[in-house]
């Protein structure tokens, strides 16, 4: 095999660059993130699983920065064994790797009339399994390394069972306990590990959401708010921030009266 | 890919000397050829690049290779065999200077070239062709090799000198590891015959002075360097202060025997014995801004006013760089970089003036300006002119690093149009452009054919040779 780089700007003193990974960027939050990053300096890889959508996303913002800032890679997260050869192809073509963003998720709310079982595993697959295939490995490069940043894309769903979608908010609270773990065990080694809880936000899932979506914010406006947290290196966010007290007020309702809500 | 053998555990982030770039990579640390081979293979597998580092003393990114194989070459680091009879040593490329004239000093031999810090090894001197104070007499250190080892990407082993493979031999020294990676080098030592050197230290009241005193005086030394005030400007613009020095013949040191020992060319730990130099570098920080460093300046200079003639020991002349430890930290946490111009003679004062100018003008001095005298040598990537080099440090922060960038780009283009060169351990930022402006197109054809030949399937790349070269 012959040793091909995918040509990007240099790194400089002068011209530093954060080299970012995101994984579920096609759409959604994710591809705003994208758009984001990019104005602000990062060169990028971005990981989705529709083609289409990934590559179109990519030229898009190749085009207007007049430069080559993003790479894209085609890959479902289920296919958890392809993750770490994955990541050492990604660092080597990126020259390095200094953020990880997994956005990737997927919501299949039930229809109360039918088993739901075969949503609730891909949400579990995608949502929760999907992020440990990815950053199992990228803790232990970011550990090894002293450094580095993990941002999980978790949800304020992950706050509390409710009636609606036991398998969703199963895989948010999933991920927000793993995300933790994550912390815990890397703080000490230099690295920063954020928790985003989002409350609704306009993307394609919230158009299959079933139920009120009360307060939804553009993906944008969810990505301004993440950014400005991973510069200040933060543990945790809701976004918008009303979301922090609202999910304080429904973390507190005591069991007696949540289960008699059909909130 | 081969999960395997390339364990994320090994992923270690490694920084330039200037802590202004970080660039995480797996390291692999080889105590053979055989090894560095196996290391090859295993590159070739995976699809990933490999890049040689010695001390890591670069001011840029020769050592780097982010997100690819960097080969840690420290522990390749025994003298083969040294005959003091001759002063010939065979070394492998991890031997530091430090290594090695600390080998070879009590017996009565010096490298014949040697830089700034003693913590460089030979394999890094030899990737970058290093020059010291003494280029316009001695050359870089090239040319002193009277043979080297090496393994190529291919897996062969090759061995060059200025006659047996001689294009090899020329390309590879100044190549930046972008060819093969040396196995052993063998060099020819310079003859002492003393511990000391004779130094003339002189000041030098403006640029014009500064380089008349270097182009005339060259001639009458075995070594000469220049301080240059940056921070100075008007009709002073270019002022320093010359040290020149010369070897003591046989018989001018009485006290031979003393002055050869070892105890007597150490860099002493405690400045007036008591205060501690590796803190110092924390007391340098509240002077690294402009109006500080204009201070020190200028208080160094009037201290240099008076022209005195003193002996001081080899290492102390040479490796002022090492001084005060850790000196570059006092820059602070964006680190500093620093950019150095070759021009020739007859073109060099224009072109600073008009570089000093442009520096005070945009509010950015460089905090400290070395210049040397130079003349032109015959390896392939040579930086060598015949004229000067001014070496200067600027200190980056998060707020001039947007105005420093484009500086620099205009101190490119003086430097171009002066005919100038530039030098790959040092310049951080030269572009593609301006590489094969300074290089021509004819030096780097040359050299892709060799790099074609010698590594088929670009093994060997760092960030640097991507930063210049634009990739395979």
């Known amino acids: 095999m012959s040793v091909q780089k995918p040509f990007l700007p240099p790194a400089t003193p002068l011209k530093p660059r954060l080299r970012g990974l995101i994984i579920g960027a096609s759409s959604g939050m994710g591809a705003a993130l994208a758009h984001r990053l990019v104005r602000e300096g990062y060169t990028l890889a971005l990981v989705a699983r529709r083609a289409d959508l990934l590559n179109a996303l990519c030229d898009e913002i190749n085009k207007t920065s007049n430069e080559r800032r993003v790479l894209s890679y085609v890959h479902d997260v289920t296919n958890y064994d392809e993750a770490p050869t994955l990541l050492r192809r990604i660092v080597s073509d990126l020259g390095g790797l200094d953020t990880v963003i997994f956005t990737a998720g997927v919501n299949y709310p039930p229809d109360p009339a039918k088993d739901n079982f075969d949503g609730d595993r891909q949400m579990l697959e995608v949502n929760l399994i999907g992020a440990f295939a990815w950053l199992n490995p990228i803790a232990e490069m970011f550990q090894s390394a002293k450094g580095g940043q993990i941002v999980g894309i978790s949800s304020v769903a992950g706050d509390r069972g409710r009636v609606g979608n036991a398998g969703y908010n199963t895989s948010k609270a999933g991920l927000t306990t793993y995300l933790e773990a994550l912390r815990n065990r890397l703080t000490r080694h230099g690295v920063n590990v954020l928790t985003v809880k989002p409350g609704f936000v306009k993307t394609d899932m919230l158009k299959a959401a079933v139920g009120p979506t009360p307060f939804a914010i553009p993906a944008e406006k969810a990505a301004d708010d993440i950014y400005k947290a991973m510069r200040a290196r933060k543990q945790q966010i809701y976004t918008p921030w009303f979301w922090r007290w609202l999910m304080f007020i429904i973390r507190n309702i005591p069991s007696v009266i949540f289960r008699r809500m059909d909130f | ?472």
């Open chain 2, 1 to 472: 890919m081969d999960t395997a053998m390339l364990p994320l555990s090994k992923f270690t982030s490694l920084e330039n000397f200037g802590h202004s770039l970080r660039a995480p990579a797996y390291v692999f640390k080889p105590a053979s050829a055989d090894e560095i081979s196996e290391v090859f293979q295993l590159a070739k597998k995976n699809g990933l690049t490999v890049t040689a580092r010695g001390a890591g003393r670069s001011y840029n990114d020769a050592s780097l290779n982010g997100g690819g194989i960097v080969l840690d070459l420290s522990a390749m680091n025994k003298i083969i065999n040294w005959d003091p009879a001759t002063g010939q040593v065979r070394a492998e490329p991890g031997v530091t200077l430090q290594q090695l004239w600390q080998s070879i000093e009590p017996e009565g031999w010096w490298p014949p070239v040697v830089s700034g810090t003693m913590f460089t090894t030979l394999g890094g001197c030899l990737g970058a062709n290093i020059h010291g104070k003494n280029n316009f007499k001695m050359g870089p250190i090239g040319e002193h090799v009277l043979e080297f080892s090496a393994i190529l990407p291919t897996g062969a082993e090759v061995t060059c000198s200025p006659k047996k493979n001689a294009v090899l031999f020329y390309a590879m020294i100044s190549g930046l590891g972008m060819l093969g990676i040396f196995t052993s080098i063998t060099m020819q030592m310079k003859r002492l015959h003393s511990g000391l050197l004779e130094v003339d230290a002189r000041p030098v009241r403006n640029l014009h002075e500064h380089l008349t005193d270097l182009l005339d005086n060259a001639p009458n030394y075995d070594y000469i360097v220049g301080w240059l005030d940056a921070t100075a400007s008007g009709r002073s613009l270019g002022r320093g202060q010359i040290h020149a020095a010369r070897y003591l013949h046989e018989g001018d040191d009485p006290e031979l025997q003393k002055t050869m020992l070892l105890k007597n060319q150490v860099l002493p730990p405690r400045i007036f014995g008591v205060f501690p130099k590796s803190i110092l570098h924390y007391f340098m920080s509240p002077f690294m801004n402009n109006l500080g460093t204009w201070g020190v300046n200028t208080g160094k200079y009037i201290a240099s006013l008076p022209r005195h003639t003193f002996r001081e020991s080899h290492a102390a002349f040479h490796f002022l760089l090492d001084y005060v430890p850790n000196w570059e930290l006092s820059y602070g946490g964006d680190g500093l970089i620093q950019y150095q111009s070759f021009v020739p003679k007859e073109n060099a004062e224009a072109a600073w003036t008009e570089m000093l100018r442009l520096s005070h003008k945009r509010g950015m001095p460089s905090y400290l300006g070395v210049t040397k005298r130079h003349r032109p040598d015959k390896f392939l990537l040579s930086h060598a002119v015949d004229g000067f080099s001014l070496a200067m440090d600027f200190k980056v922060t998060n707020s001039n690093r947007a105005k420093l960038s484009t500086m620099l780009q205009e101190f490119d283009r003086i430097v171009l149009d002066a005919g100038g060169r530039f030098y790959f351990a040092k310049n951080s930022e030269t572009t593609p452009e301006t590489t094969a402006r300074f290089l021509g197109e004819e030096t780097i054809a040359k050299f892709r054919k060799l790099k074609k030949r010698c590594d088929p399937h670009s093994i060997l790349e760092s960030d640097l040779y991507r930063r210049v070269f634009g990739g395979s």
